[in-house]
């Protein structure tokens, strides 16, 4: 599976952005997708999830601000991001998975494919 993310920019506090991560190589409905973040000096973290039936699953800092949604016709997988806020700035990663089970999926390393990151910055 080969993952290409997109979307990451500046934005001002509060805010939004749209990224995007578009996959190819495999049956991309059957697959579990991720994106995770990296902050500077910080390790990589769960943001959010999607499941192939559709369900989703968020880091509560998140949670009412992010939303993951899938696209299997355009094997596309977004995280919309909205109120963003200055600690929401990191290099932004999506993650794929054929074979994961819930408690797999808030893990980075249960992942096996990824792309190479966006990064969004949030000023204050």
């Known amino acids: 599976v080969q993952l290409q993310a997109s979307g990451g920019g500046l934005v001002q506090a509060g805010g939004s952005l749209r990224l995007t991560c578009a996959a190819s190589?495999?049956?991309?409905?059957?697959?579990?997708m991720g994106w995770f973040r990296q902050a500077p000096g910080k390790e990589r973290e769960f943001v959010a999830a999607?499941?192939?039936?559709?369900?989703?699953y968020y880091l509560d800092s998140v949670k009412g601000r992010f939303t993951i949604s899938r696209d299997n016709a355009k094997n596309t997988v977004y995280l919309q991001m909205n109120s963003l806020k200055p600690e929401d700035t990191a290099v932004y990663y999506c993650?794929?998975?054929?074979?994961?089970?819930?408690?797999?999926?808030?893990?980075?390393?249960?992942?096996?494919?990824w792309g190479q990151g966006t990064l969004v910055t949030v000023s204050s």
């Open positions: 999607i499941r192939s039936s559709g369900h989703t």
């Open positions: 190589g495999r049956t991309f409905s059957r697959l579990s």
């Open positions: 993650a794929a998975d054929g074979g994961l089970i819930l408690s797999q999926l808030r893990n980075d390393r249960a992942y096996d494919y």
